[in-house]
């Protein structure tokens, strides 16, 4: 038996030893750490959230968020969808990488390769109005981009490579359940998840792009069940929801012709009228459908809200977020 005065040092070694069980460095519990990993032979930088409830022992989902044009990482989480509390008060684990910077000339242009921008034309005609809004060269791009009818301005880095290797990095070094990874990206982000989503789909649970298509003519759906949720603001002239082209002249697909061909994919019905309820009904004109009756448990879901280019927020009440999270948390991968 411990005498008295030995006791409070027992159990403080105790306390010690079971910090030092669960080792997170790089990482810190409850904070945001900004990250670097080699990838094509560039240095890619990316921030790790670990929530502050993290204890080495339980598996907890993954939260990969894409930034939009001009963003970051810590932009995404912290100003834009605004979940740096969110994530230690649900205690999933955060992931968010930075784009690529255009330039030395432009380093304010950053962005994704989201693989459809690549293409001035497709089945359904040009991707803009000629001429459109001229945006800087990413110099990672071969010089022949620069001559293109309809150039957006976006990265040709291998980001679906560099998406898997961060996943699949934090699978092996960290308590991450792997049938709870979700992607959801916003702005040119959300063209992003909408690019690279059919391609990942072995990885990830869910998806969901925000204010955010594929080019005209190049949405794709997964062929494996992966559900997938969309929202897009009836007021939004940068990256439409309507198929009519944007303030820079760029033609997106629209939000039915990319539910449509996602509920295909999936083999939904081709109906995408039935009402699908959520917290967030009648704020700011908020209303989801859905494509139902798809492949297993998926789902194919559209929310459309009356805002312009911006997270569905109304001051302090996050209700965009706190859709797509319950629509997380409702699909585990089989």
């Given amino acids: 038996m411990l005498k008295n005065g030995l006791l409070p040092l027992f159990i403080g070694l105790m306390l010690i030893n079971n910090i030092l069980a669960c080792e997170v460095a790089p990482a810190v519990q409850g904070e945001d750490v900004s990250l670097t990993m080699m990838h094509d032979g560039v240095e890619r930088s990316y921030v790790l959230h670990l929530p502050s409830g993290y204890d080495c022992e339980t598996p907890l989902p993954l939260v990969f968020g894409v930034h939009g044009y001009t963003g970051s990482g810590s932009i995404f989480e912290n100003r834009w969808a605004q979940i740096f509390d969110h994530v230690n008060r649900h205690n999933y684990v955060g992931v ?17 390769n989201d693989l459809g921008s690549r293409n001035d034309s497709g089945p359904d005609g040009l991707t803009c109005i000629p001429p459109p809004y001229a945006y800087p060269f990413f110099e990672n791009c071969p010089e ?122 999936q083999g939904c019905s081709a109906d995408g009228q039935t009402p699908y309820p959520t917290s967030a009904d009648g704020k700011l004109g908020w209303q989801c459908t859905q494509h139902a009756g798809c492949n297993g448990e998926s789902e194919v879901v559209s929310c459309a809200w009356d805002g312009e280019h911006v997270m569905p927020r109304e001051g302090e009440d996050n209700f965009g977020w706190d859709v797509v999270w319950s629509f997380f948390e409702s699909h585990t991968k089989h």
């Fill in 144 to 265: 022949a981009e620069r001559e293109r009818q309809c150039y957006w301005g976006n990265s040709c880095a291998d980001d679906l490579g560099f998406f898997r290797a961060i996943i699949e990095h934090l699978l092996s070094n960290y308590q991450i359940d792997p049938r709870r990874v979700y992607m959801v990206g916003y702005s040119q982000g959300g063209s992003t998840v909408n690019g690279l989503a059919a391609d990942m789909a072995d990885l990830l649970a869910a998806v969901a792009p925000l204010h955010g298509f594929q080019s005209n003519g190049y949405a794709r759906g997964a062929e494996v069940p992966l559900p997938f949720m969309q929202v897009w603001g009836r007021a939004d002239t940068t990256v439409p929801g309507t198929g009519l082209p944007a303030s820079d002249q760029l033609i997106y697909e629209s939000a039915d012709e990319t539910a449509a061909i996602w509920a295909q994919a």
């Fill in 96 to 112: 968010f990488p930075d784009g690529m910077t255009a330039s030395a000339d432009a380093p304010w242009a950053k962005g994704f």
